[in-house]
């Protein structure tokens, strides 16, 4: 899965576990879709609803120097009876977007469930949803214990099944003014926290699809990656990505450099934020990486990335995906 339960922290509380993170342009005109997809298996693992007091931040950064300027913050309360639960929206710009224990400013409030009008502009949803993303799991989890054996076997994937079809999630669903980004060209990521002992914990970081998943095998290098931040990612995860992808790219014999080809990935990967313009085209593939739609197959492009050759999982997005708000499908029934 892209970020799902993939970590042995994330693990403990499902509801702050981010399994995807994606940009792109809204359906009114000059308007931007932030989304935070977390909450694996919801109702099956976890319940369906949000941590209460959990911070659900979208880190924003405007001058490409990988620290947040902006912030926009989701909260919860405990659920009532019926699992609805109370939702502020808060603007944190400048110092407090790095900081959590600074409140910013509020600027929408209302239930999980409904379409809430944001201050100047904009609309907010969460909810329970299908899970968008598409994944041949199981397959992946053949091939990368084969690649432990020394063997490179693209045919698990002949199976061609989506693990996560069937299967919900909880999602954050943001729409905001374009304007409203701070900048032309923004980079994006997500991160729960939570209170742990009377201090903030960041229990989950996440953006660009399957980097933890597909690139980096050791759970604690896994756990520490998701309490880091994007502007040490080169330096304290390199090392490992570049050092799987050349034995991945040795075995299938797909280039001559194994270790320099690893390296361009470590550049290619990080720092792990997602990049967009407004003004461009959307879209997350080898052509050119802006935002990331939902329909995106990421999948094939990270383990085309990871074997330096053409290579998909089999799988295709699913269906029930809206073009309108709040774009996500209906959850499905169990």
């Not at 994937?157 to 060209?185: R, S, Y």
């Not at 931040?229 to 991945?248: M, N, R, S, W």
């Amino acid at each position: 899965m892209s970020h799902h339960l993939d970590s042995p922290t994330a693990k403990e509380d499902g509801r702050v576990d981010i399994t995807d993170i994606y940009v792109f342009a809204g359906e009114s005109a000059n308007t931007t879709v932030l989304i935070m997809a977390v909450n694996p298996l919801a109702g099956e693992v976890s319940p369906t609803t949000f941590r209460a007091g959990a911070l659900y931040d979208f880190k924003i950064d405007t001058n490409a120097d990988v620290i947040e300027d902006l912030g926009y913050r989701v909260t919860f309360g405990e659920p009532d009876s019926n699992g609805i639960q109370r939702i502020e929206l808060r603007r944190l710009e400048g110092s407090a977007a790095t900081e959590f224990d600074r409140n910013g400013t509020l600027i929408a409030e209302g239930n999980t469930g409904e379409v809430i009008a944001i201050d100047n502009g904009g609309r907010l949803w969460t909810g329970l949803v299908a899970d968008p993303f598409f994944f041949n799991l199981g397959a992946f989890g053949q091939f990368a214990k084969l690649i432990e054996e020394n063997q490179f076997d693209p045919s698990v994937f002949d199976t061609a099944e989506n693990a996560l079809a069937g299967h919900n999630v909880t999602a954050i669903v943001l729409e905001l003014p374009n304007t409203a980004l701070g900048a032309e060209t923004i980079h994006l990521w997500g991160t729960t926290t939570i209170q742990h002992e009377g201090k903030w914990k960041t229990i989950n970081r996440a953006a660009t699809p399957l980097v933890q998943q597909v690139f980096i095998q050791d759970e604690h290098l896994k756990d520490a990656y998701n309490k880091s931040l994007p502007k040490d990612d080169v330096a304290k995860y390199g090392e490992a990505i570049a050092a799987f992808t050349a034995k991945v790219t040795q075995l299938a014999g797909t280039t001559i450099n194994p270790q320099a080809y690893g390296q361009q990935v470590v550049q290619f990967l990080l720092p792990d934020v997602l990049t967009y313009n407004p003004q461009l085209p959307v879209g997350y593939g080898f052509a050119g990486r802006n935002g990331r739609a939902l329909a995106d197959d990421t999948p094939d492009l990270m383990l085309s990335l990871l074997a330096n050759t053409p290579f998909s999982d089999r799988v295709g997005k699913p269906d029930g995906l809206r073009d309108h708000f709040p774009y996500l499908a209906e959850p499905n029934s169990k």
